[in-house]
């Protein structure tokens, strides 16, 4: 069984800084594309960024130059680092990757989700 797990949430004044990880265990055999998505308040899921397994990053508008992605193929764990966090980034942050278990099966798993919250 694969599960994705988040952390790193939290409150943040304006301008500051938080980094999410998302780590992937179970039987595992390997970890293709890997991204965030976030859900503001009121808001649709909206893609965040996302990353190959050769590393390869895209990022959605709002955050380019201010969120990075990374991963850590041999911990099959994911980061963002976000810096000038701003108010409108509030939102619950849940990572997704492509996994093939060691069953063979291949699909697309989700994290519980971790709440991120940029207030004064």
């Known amino acids: 069984q694969v599960q994705l797990v988040e952390s790193g949430g939290g409150l943040v004044q304006p301008g500051g800084s938080l980094r999410l990880s998302c780590a992937a265990s179970g039987s595992i055999f390997s970890v293709y594309v890997m991204g965030w998505y976030r859900q503001g308040p009121g808001k649709q899921r909206e893609l965040v960024a996302t990353?190959?397994?050769?590393?390869?990053?895209d990022y959605a508008d709002p955050v380019k130059g201010r969120f990075t992605i990374s991963r850590d193929n041999a911990r099959n764990t994911m980061y963002l680092q976000m810096d000038s966090l701003k108010p409108e980034d509030t939102a619950v942050y849940y990572c997704t990757a492509n996994i093939r278990d060691s069953y063979n099966t291949q699909a697309n798993y989700w994290g519980q989700g971790t709440q991120v919250t940029v207030s004064s």
């Open positions: 990353i190959s397994v050769g590393g390869s990053t």
